[in-house]
Each structure stands twice: as C-alpha cells, then as structure tokens.
C-alpha cells in the first residue's frame, strides 16, 4: 500500500500540471469538517502576487479529495462558466483582470474575495465570457 503522503504529494503535483502551473504557484489547504476533510486550492498569481480560491472539494481523506480534486481539474470545469473579473487593491493605481471559472458571478466574487477583507479589493466588473 502507497504511504499516504507519498500518494498525496503524487496527486498535488498532478493537479499543478493538469493547471498548467508551477506547484509554487498552488496551495493546498486542508481543514477537518464535521468528521470529513475539505480541501480549499487556492491559486498565486505571480504577475500581482495576490491569491485566489480556484476551488474546494470535501472527502473522506485526503487522498480521497486530493483525487476528487483532480477529477475536477481534468474534466468537470468544463460544467462551470468563465468570467472575467477587473478589479483593484486599495491603495493600488493598476486596474487587474482575473479570470475564474464559477457557477455564477457570486461564485467568481466568493473566489476574488476568498480570505479577505472585503474592503481591500474595488471590484469594477464582472462578465460573463461567452463560451466557444
């Protein structure tokens, strides 16, 4: 049987290459829920250095949301709408543009928004992406 850190870091550096991304620019967040484990990945952006939610996922353990996770990443986000996002920091001059892919806007804001003051962030729109 795998040692269960082993096959967790096996996953983790799969979803990072399914994204398209360094494993720098990920974190995994894992937190004990009513007897369950729920993963929150949350995504850097190294361009301006801020963190969004990319998405959370519950399981059993954590192999078992890392694989759910996974299974995510490599074929349901097609389910999800895209959206645009442009928004500022407080105290910034830069407008920024973010992309998410969500349910609904409130879902794409809940993503932007995730870990902070909701003061910190000016949001200036919100747009649906047409899809192909």
């Known amino acids: 049987m795998e040692d269960v850190h082993v ?3 096996r996953i983790q550096r799969q979803i990072a290459e399914s994204l398209g991304l360094s494993p720098g620019d990920l974190l995994f967040e894992f937190r004990q829920l009513d007897g369950r484990v729920r993963l929150d990945l ?8 801020q963190s969004f939610l990319f998405r959370y996922e519950e399981g059993h353990d954590r192999p078992d949301v890392l694989r ?3 299974a995510y990443v490599k074929n349901s986000r097609d389910t ?23 349910h609904n806007a409130y879902e794409a ?3 932007l928004y995730y870990g902070r003051d909701l003061n910190t962030i000016t ?10």
């Open 80 to 102: 999800e709408s895209s959206y645009t996002i442009q928004w500022r920091t407080r105290g910034d001059r830069e407008l920024q543009t973010s992309y998410f892919r969500a």
């Open 68 to 70: 759910r996770m996974l």
């Open 7 to 9: 096959e967790s870091s």
């Open 109 to 111: 804001l809940d993503k």
């Open 123 to 132: 949001v200036f729109s919100v747009v649906l992406n047409p899809s192909s």
């Open 42 to 49: 949350i995504t850097v952006n190294p361009r301006h250095h």
